[in-house]
């Protein structure tokens, strides 16, 4: 089939190392090993002119805004600075509307003529491109959601425009042809917009099975980040409030009282880097602890390996835990064994015991236990990373979820044409 896949969130560059660029590719991918034509169109590649670009072996269309909205941004930020309002997250919210135009027009040309089979898109916020086109091809549009934004962007955010955004959210979901959710709690979500039961469906996040596998330890990984000697507990991901980094000073203090020689590695980024890096250096942890920073998604995948075992220390929400969290997936993909927060769809995936050791989200005390425990024992972690393996290659890649988008996308075109021969 021919696929039109629409990325056109300004914060998800396709070609970076963002866990959102990670889904977009791993998908992409699965849907081209099936011997589907994808064309991808987003207005984002790269975070940093510095990053390199991950490899994407298809038509990637880069649809940037135009000036008029590039204009637009700039003054709207000098406004904001005016005020003496820092960080304003309006310019950004302007610029994701306005775009809408320029996608929409840079689509029709492009897709008039050469229609896609379907089209899939990734849900953004103010994306009504991909609806209005939908429309006026006559095609079937699949939309996945990955959260329900525009409630993220009045808790996360404040960015004033959550009226706005939760009416736009709505209508969009309302005029898709079928709705993918990553989580059963997004299915909630989404159902209550209007959205019919049996319009949507869910599909966790995946795996690439062929990046992240269980592997040996190469001897050049382990001297470039200075881990030989050493037991290794590592976290993938954002450095932010809701994927419980705060935690990590903690649990690390408690652990080297028992296992001198631990490291804990951060892979990754984000606003509270320096905050983690001071407290660790107050308690005297600095050289107890590696931060990679960002990296590309190939490099995480060799490195995931090399933990001995692996957190997601989410803490308690004030919300539903809507999150698939795709370093789960990674971490037992490669074999590793995991140490996580019993909730949401974590305490689906993962059976206490079996597959990983789960805790009550916050509570230190169970997380320190769980992870001395599989510092202490071999065999338990042997145990758990080869179940967790299985598990996740046999049900949880992008190639089961690229077949079961193909496999819904023809239901409804032929639902489609049924109609079309009633009528």
């Not at 758990?384 to 299985?390: G, I, M, V, Y």
Request: include cysteine; glycine fraction near 8%; charged fraction near 20%.
């Amino acid at each position: 089939m021919k696929i039109l896949y629409l990325c056109s969130d300004i914060g998800v560059p396709v070609l970076g190392s963002a866990g959102g660029s990670g889904h977009v590719r791993g998908l992409v991918n699965a849907f081209t090993r099936a011997k589907h034509t994808v064309v991808l169109v987003t207005p984002h590649l790269n975070r940093s002119p510095w990053e390199k670009p991950a490899k994407l072996d298809v038509q990637v269309v880069k649809v940037e805004p135009g000036p008029d909205i590039q204009r637009t941004t700039v003054y709207l930020k000098e406004f904001s600075k005016m005020l003496g309002i820092e960080n304003s997250r309006l310019p950004t919210e302007i610029k994701r509307i306005l775009y809408n135009r320029d996608l929409l027009s840079q689509l029709r040309q492009l897709f008039n003529s050469h229609r896609p089979d379907f089209i899939y898109e990734r849900y953004s916020l103010y994306a009504m491109a991909g609806v209005s086109l939908a429309r006026e091809l006559a095609l079937p549009l699949i939309m996945e959601v990955n959260a329900p934004l525009a409630q993220e962007q009045r808790v996360y955010r404040a960015t004033g425009l959550g009226d706005l955004a939760a009416t736009t959210e709505r209508w969009i979901l309302s005029q898709a042809s079928a709705v993918v959710v990553v989580s059963a709690p997004l299915r909630e979500h989404v159902v209550s917009q209007g959205v019919q039961e049996e319009s949507v469906h869910v599909l966790p996040c995946g795996v690439d099975p062929v990046m992240f596998r269980p592997g040996d330890r190469d001897p050049q990984t382990r001297e470039r980040w200075g881990l030989d000697g050493h037991q290794v507990v590592g976290f993938v991901g954002g450095l932010r409030p809701w994927h419980g980094v705060k935690i990590l000073p903690t649990l690390l203090s408690r652990l080297v009282q028992q296992h001198k020689d631990v490291r804990l590695m951060i892979v990754g980024d984000g606003p509270l880097r320096k905050e983690l890096e001071s407290e660790l250096r107050t308690i005297g942890l600095g050289d107890n602890v590696i931060f990679t920073s960002a990296l590309p998604q190939t490099e995480v995948a060799k490195l995931i390996p090399h933990f001995d075992l692996a957190l997601a220390p989410y803490p308690p929400l004030d919300h539903a835990f809507y999150f698939s969290p795709l370093k789960l997936f990674e971490y037992m993909a490669c074999g590793v064994p995991v140490v996580a927060a019993g909730v949401g769809q974590i305490a689906e995936v993962v059976r206490n015991g079996e597959t990983g050791l789960l805790y009550p989200p916050g509570d230190v005390d169970a997380l320190t236990s769980a992870c001395n425990r599989l510092l202490s024992d071999a065999s338990l972690r042997r145990r758990l990373s080869q179940a967790a393996a299985k598990e996740v290659h046999e049900q949880y890649t992008w190639d089961h979820n690229a077949a079961r988008v193909v496999e819904l996308a023809r239901s409804l075109t032929a639902k489609s044409a049924l109609a079309a021969k009633g009528a």
